[in-house]
């Protein structure tokens, strides 16, 4: 366990390219020696980005990484994302594709709040964002404002949850990964595929396709800046 009175922030880091960002943003702020990061298996199908998480982590160098299995998730609910044999697919008119999975923020958000707590922490950082996401209620700034109220209340905490790409297209944020000077590991050493392919992904997912796109948008900003 590290010296409590030395963490600053965790970090929920699940191995993709928004969490990877996060993670950077933490320790340029506090140092690595300050952060903590936390990741969690839930039965998920692309599962790998655990691993991909712990490089992460050890990358970055920071003072510890916590792996938390909550696999009572698929007896309270069921999807693409813990239904490997579930199309991943969006019906017309849907709000959410079928990888979304209920409540999952919320019970990261509080899980990591009690870690954090523990190791004298206040902030919890985030990758959310509702202005590029694929329709999860989990992700507007309206519920991460209840969530942090909430957490508040349940420990007496003053616990503040950062989302540092809340108003973020993805593009922007493959921006800020390149000024951060991390662009090259976001694009080689993060899995945000649902189906699992690190990198690039399977291209077909909506994960993939909104990374992709992203990239795209940023690859022909920076370049029509250059010239």
């Known amino acids: 366990m590290p010296d409590k009175k030395n963490i600053k922030a965790v970090v929920v880091l699940s191995g993709g390219q928004d969490s990877a960002t996060c993670l950077a943003l933490a320790v340029r702020k506090y140092g690595a020696a300050q952060v903590a990061a936390i990741t969690f298996k839930y039965g998920q199908r692309h599962q790998i980005e655990t691993t991909f998480a712990k490089r992460l982590a050890k990358r970055f160098g920071v003072a510890c990484h916590k792996v938390v299995s909550m696999d009572f998730y698929k007896n309270l609910t069921t999807n693409a994302l813990l239904d ?53 209620p989990d ?18 905490w003053p616990f503040r949850i950062v989302t540092p790409f ?62």
């Open 166 to 227: 809340m108003k973020m297209t993805k593009a922007q944020e493959w921006a800020l990964a390149a000024k951060l000077g991390i662009l090259e590991i976001v694009k080689n050493e993060t899995v945000t595929c649902y189906n699992g392919v690190p990198g690039a992904g399977c291209g077909k997912c909506p994960a993939c396709q909104l990374r992709n796109r992203g990239l795209k948008e940023f690859e022909a900003q920076a370049a029509s800046a250059r010239t």
């Open 139 to 156: 992700c507007r700034n309206v519920f991460i404002r209840s969530q942090q109220r909430m957490m508040r209340l349940a420990m007496e």
């Open 84 to 136: 490997p044999e579930m199309a991943i697919t969006k019906k017309a008119g849907a709000s959410c594709p079928s990888t979304v999975v209920e409540g999952r923020n919320a019970f990261f958000l509080l899980a990591a709040g009690v870690w954090a707590k523990s190791l004298g922490a206040t902030d919890i950082y985030t990758g959310v964002s509702q202005a590029d996401f694929s329709g999860y």
